[in-house]
């Protein structure tokens, strides 16, 4: 793996104060009905991203997850002011406002969504890791899912043909604690969902995912078996949402104490003790990081209020090709 470094806290500390940050100015803004549709917050699962992409060679390795997914393809590379813009559905978004806040993707930094289907991903993102090992590639892909999806038979389906064509890929259960408002001791009868995978001989185990430190050495291990062709690995992230399951979630399954108490061991101040106490940044160079990444939200906040939507006539070119369909007009 590589080594984690003074730099590396401070990168990670930027990057995840600004995946917070970004999501919410989202929130501010979908109360306005500037952001329509379902809205559906990382706020909490920070480590999860920021260690996977220190073990991940973004070069060749790609990334799917579901509908909670704005942050990852700008941790993956793309123009965050592209992603905000597709959430207010402008044409200058990634997928010229026609994906939306469920529908992120991002093909040109190995993005392959946002997937509204729950658990659809998951054979998706093995299908990705069958390409890959077909075409000779040692590309890596990582399949990530809530801990909801993990109760959708697509992922038994995926596990078995991934085990037997040791595909390239590992699957990520982020691991919450709710699948929307059920809890996890609801839907199994034990809490442990990693432990699905002993029943394929599949590599797994859980993972503490409120610190990057601990996701990057699990995800590196977990690429490099796969990359010397031993197949796939599942990962049980354990860690915690602060917001709702989606804007619309009242979060009536849950105390505000319950959520202090995790806010205790959040990972952007996790990452932030440790600088302070190394000494790796002085006051006066943390608060510069703090008024950057502030700069960045404000700088896309005002490209997508000012990109223009989308012409009626673009919902027929993404569907249909115009020589094909002459009579389109």
């Known amino acids: 793996m590589k080594k984690i470094t003074k730099q590396t806290y401070l990168d990670w500390y930027k990057d995840m104060l600004f995946w917070r940050k970004f999501e919410d100015k989202l929130a501010s803004v979908y109360i306005q009905q500037k952001v329509r549709g379902f809205l559906h917050l990382y706020n909490g699962q920070e480590a999860i991203l920021a260690g996977a992409l220190h073990a991940m060679d973004l070069s060749k390795d790609k990334m799917i997850t579901a509908y909670r997914n ?101 699957f990520i259960c ?12 609801r839907t199994a009868n034990h809490g442990d969902i990693w432990k699905l995978g002993l029943g394929y001989e599949m590599p797994c185990g859980p993972v503490d995912a409120m610190n990057p430190i601990k996701v ?12 010397r062709g031993d197949g796939p690995t599942f990962l ?46 002085t006051d006066e160079e943390i608060a510069a990081i703090d008024k950057q990444v502030k700069d960045m939200v404000a700088e896309c906040e005002k490209f997508a209020e000012e990109s223009p939507y989308p012409e009626i006539q673009q919902m027929y070119d993404m569907v249909y090709e115009q020589e094909n369909y002459p009579f389109i007009s």
């Open 236 to 281: 049980e992230m354990k860690t915690y949402r602060y917001r709702g399951h989606s804007m619309s979630d009242a979060q009536h399954y849950r105390t505000k104490d319950e959520v202090e108490e995790y806010k205790k061991i959040d990972p952007i101040t996790q990452i932030l003790d440790v600088i302070i106490e190394n000494k790796y940044a």
């Open 70 to 170: 704005h942050v990852q393809p700008i941790g993956m590379g793309e123009d965050p002011k592209k992603v905000m813009a597709e959430l207010y559905g402008k044409v200058t978004g990634t997928s010229k406002g026609m994906g939306g806040s469920m529908h992120i993707f991002s093909k040109e930094f190995g993005f392959y969504g946002g997937h509204g289907i729950v658990g659809g991903q998951i054979p998706l993102g093995a299908g990705l890791a069958f390409a890959d090992k077909y075409k000779g590639s040692d590309a890596v892909t990582l399949t990530c899912f809530g801990d909801g999806a993990a109760r959708q038979g697509s992922l038994h389906e995926a596990f078995n043909l991934a085990m037997l064509w040791k595909l390239p890929v590992i």
């Open 216 to 227: 990057a050495e699990a995800v590196d291990e977990a690429i490099q078996r796969a990359r």
């Open 174 to 185: 982020e691991n919450n604690g709710y699948a929307m408002g059920t809890s996890v001791e």
